[in-house]
């Protein structure tokens, strides 16, 4: 698995990464995450967004509530959100 | 402190005639009627004004106190606890969205005694937020209400009403928003009350519904921001859920309380009952069920003071927890109580029956164990031990806990829908390491090394099985959720351990000589892990003599309101200089 330091990672890498772990809560899916697609529509439901959300923060060492994914619900929405945050390079909140 | 004059009140209120007599209030329940004496004596009393932050007026400013007090009240009946308590649930959406709401014109209501109903759940929504019908929509500067709220504690009887409505017909996580009604401030017909449901407990409590027919409601009805009300529902609830254990340990203090009276009065073949070793080891694991929930309780409501970023854990651990610890307590007296804890007219003792099938609602409401122990079950990957950097040395419980440690005022801010770790469990390894560390050597002190030794074994374990758990979507397999039981078997004990550290008074006096409270509790946590440790029998004895043989001493390491005591753990005020 890859860990992302505080480093500008690009939208795209960060969006590949986050349809890999997508993929890892979704193990019945049988086709891959659309990026475009609201992750709702996954079937990922509030819980399973909470955890994801904190397997988000620990890989790129910012704090990410769940409510990001609430407000950006596909993973390409997620991806340029985050991008941006790190880009901001804001240190971890908790 | 005003608080401490609660206890005293209640007890003149429960003298034959009072708004508490025990009559009165079986009377209210047989009938299904609302316990209004009761009620009214709180408001007089002024208990209303706990429900309210300090910063809008209030009094409110310490969950801890707040929580004994709505425990003592509990303690006296748990219907009326239920009943008054509401207001509390029914106001915390407004304080938690701040200036940015009604919150100064809901607080000057509440302290003018108003009570406030919540509305979340409806007709087959079950618990799940997600799938409210009842929508809000646009209309003029205002807002329309279309739909139902049921079961709604205080339905029909309150005049507010704070709801979750459906703003995006689409729903999901940003379609809801919460709205605070003045029922008075709507055209005639367009709010109908549903009728109140007959229950199994809680009888004369108003658990019943309403309907919104197109109902308009003023702009300033609007409760956080348009599609918020999800976010602060469930951030409230971490606050409400730690408040509702309070009841269970009312309920536990009534029945103990019950318990001490049969021991002292019942004679079997010729002998007190407490001479029979069976009678004292029950009544001493029932004792231990009462301190480990106290310790739970205690410490979540400290936490929400100094750690409120990791109560999504915390409160869904003591809402799982306690409410189904505090059932078995039940269970473990009526056994003893035999006969007079299954009839109800036997003088004194019928109280038993009506409290047992009242708390069975505690478990159920505010997200019943199951729903809570399935939020945690989908986040135990995270909290899997050495996943998360430690807590610093200022946020251990330890430090917290202290008696004289005066809680950070409660901001509501810092409240997150995920915890980024947990303090109280994560202070384990350090727990059990300061016991090693320590110079007494005593027989207690070492046994007690050896519970806490075979409980971070234990805590290890579950570690073990942890990583193997991926997180996934839907809902939590049985083993994930019985792994979830471990976690919070493992977290009382940890929350026991941390009490014993940080308040020296535990280990004196009738409960913590040769740290027996803590044996006991410890005990208790580690058959509830499957490990039953070799002396539990000769520990809940020693428990047991002190329940029979002091029926004065309360069975709580909390309650110090003895005469000379303090008026409550840390609350005493104590004059600028």
């Given amino acids: ?94 | 402190m005003r608080t401490v004059d609660l206890p005293s009140r209640l007890a003149e209120w429960s003298r034959p005639g009072g708004p508490f007599d025990p009559a009165v209030l079986s009377a209210h329940d047989e009938a299904e009627t609302f316990p209004a004496e009761a009620c009214a004596a709180l408001d007089a009393w002024g208990l209303p004004a706990y429900y309210v932050p300090a910063r809008h007026g209030g009094r409110q400013d310490r969950l801890d106190e707040f929580l004994a007090l709505l425990r003592t009240v509990a303690a006296q009946d748990l219907t009326v606890a239920v009943a008054h308590g509401k207001t509390f649930l029914g106001g915390v959406c407004t304080w938690l969205a701040g200036d940015a709401g009604p919150a100064d014109l809901l607080a000057r209501q509440v302290l003018a005694g108003e009570p406030v109903a919540w509305g979340l759940t409806e007709p087959d929504g079950g618990s799940d937020l997600l799938a409210g019908s009842l929508t809000a929509t646009r209309h003029g500067s205002g807002w329309q209400l279309s739909g139902r709220k049921w079961p709604v504690n205080n339905a029909t009887r309150g005049h507010l009403l704070c709801v979750l409505a459906r703003t995006d017909p689409a729903g999901g996580p940003r379609g809801f928003t919460v709205f605070l009604i003045d029922k008075r401030a709507t055209a005639v017909d367009t709010v109908r009350p549903l009728p109140k449901m007959p229950t199994h407990g809680v009888r004369g409590a108003d658990i019943s519904g309403v309907e919104f027919r197109q109902t308009r409601v003023p702009a300033h009805a609007l409760v956080g921001t348009v599609g918020g009300g999800l976010e602060l529902v469930l951030k409230a609830l971490q606050l409400t859920r730690i408040v509702c254990v309070s009841l269970s340990l009312g309920a536990g203090d009534h029945a103990l309380g019950l318990l001490r009276r049969f021991l002292h009065e019942r004679r079997l073949y010729g002998r007190q009952l407490a001479s029979l070793p069976h009678v004292r080891t029950t009544a001493g694991r029932a004792a231990a069920h009462q301190f480990l929930a106290e310790a739970v309780a205690h410490t979540a409501a400290r936490a929400a003071h100094q750690v409120p970023e990791e109560l999504s854990v915390i409160s869904a651990v003591a809402k799982a927890f306690v409410p189904s610890l505090i059932q078995s307590q039940l269970r473990l007296i009526g056994d003893l109580l035999g006969t007079r804890g299954f009839l109800t007219g036997v003088e004194g003792y019928g109280a038993f029956a009506k409290l047992e099938r009242d708390h069975q609602v505690v478990p159920i409401f505010d997200g019943s164990t199951w729903v809570n122990r399935a939020a945690l079950a989908g986040v135990l990957p995270l909290l899997r031990p050495g996943r998360r950097a430690a807590a610093s040395e200022a946020a251990s419980p330890v430090h917290w806990l202290r008696e004289e440690h005066h809680p950070a005022p409660l901001d509501m801010r810092r409240l997150r829908l995920m915890a980024p770790r947990d303090s109280v469990l994560g202070a384990l390894p350090a727990l059990v390491a300061g016991l090693d560390a320590r110079e007494e050597s005593s027989k207690a002190a070492a046994e007690t090394a050896s519970l806490a030794g075979a409980l971070l074994e234990a805590y290890e374990r579950l570690g073990t099985d942890l990583a193997d758990v991926r997180p996934t979507g839907g809902p939590p397999s049985t083993a994930t959720m019985r792994l979830a039981e471990r976690y919070e078997w493992c977290f009382a004990g940890a929350a026991a351990l941390a009490l014993h550290h940080a308040r020296p008074r535990l280990r004196t006096g009738p409960w913590g000589t040769d740290e027996a409270w803590l044996h006991g509790c410890l005990t208790l946590v580690l058959e509830g892990l499957g490990r039953r440790p070799a002396q539990a029998t000769r520990t809940y004895d020693r428990l047991g003599t002190v329940v029979a043989s002091a029926p004065d001493v309360p069975v709580s390491v909390l309650d110090d309101r003895g005469p000379d005591g303090p008026a409550r753990d840390g609350s005493v005020e104590v004059s600028a200089t």
């Fill in chain 1, 1 to 94: 698995m890859t860990t992302y330091g505080v480093d500008q990672v690009a939208p795209s890498d960060l969006q590949r990464w986050l349809v890999e772990r997508v993929a890892e809560y979704l193990p019945d899916l049988g086709e891959a995450v659309d990026p475009t697609r609201q992750l709702g529509e996954y079937g990922l439901d509030s819980i399973a967004v909470v955890a994801f959300a904190a397997d988000v923060e620990e890989q790129l060492g910012i704090a990410v509530d769940p409510t990001a994914i609430w407000d950006y619900p596909s993973v390409g929405e997620l991806a340029e959100h985050l991008a941006a945050e790190l880009a901001e390079r804001r240190p971890q909140a908790a």
